[in-house]
């Protein structure tokens, strides 16, 4: 997976992120708009073989960046939970 920040203003931020799709990106996407502080979150895909997935997110207080990685943070948390609790319970 490559990062790459397209655009960036005191309240919102687009970021490419390729070699990704709707698995990392709705969940994300998701937990974003959980967020009190984000406005908007949305995603772009594009073409599969010509466009490089973006996403864009929106924010009413404090840097969007920061609710970025808020984002990624609670997601990689509630993943690491699931996998935990499946190992507990013998499932892997």
């Given amino acids: 997976m490559n990062v790459k920040?397209?655009?960036?203003?005191?309240?919102?931020?687009?970021v490419e992120v390729e070699g990704e799709n709707e698995t990392l990106l709705e969940p994300l996407k998701q937990?974003?708009?959980?967020?009190?502080?984000?406005?908007?979150?949305?995603?772009?895909?594009?073409?599969?073989?010509?466009?490089?997935?973006?996403?864009?997110?929106?924010?009413?207080?404090?840097k969007p960046q920061a609710a970025l990685k808020r984002a990624a943070k609670a997601l990689a948390n509630d993943y690491k939970e699931f996998r935990e609790i499946l190992e507990k319970e013998g499932q892997l």
């Fill in 5 to 14: 920040l397209i655009s960036k203003e005191k309240d919102s931020i687009e």
């Fill in 31 to 62: 937990k974003l708009l959980a967020d009190d502080k984000v406005v908007t979150a949305t995603y772009v895909i594009g073409h599969p073989l010509l466009d490089k997935p973006k996403i864009y997110v929106k924010v009413r207080d404090g």
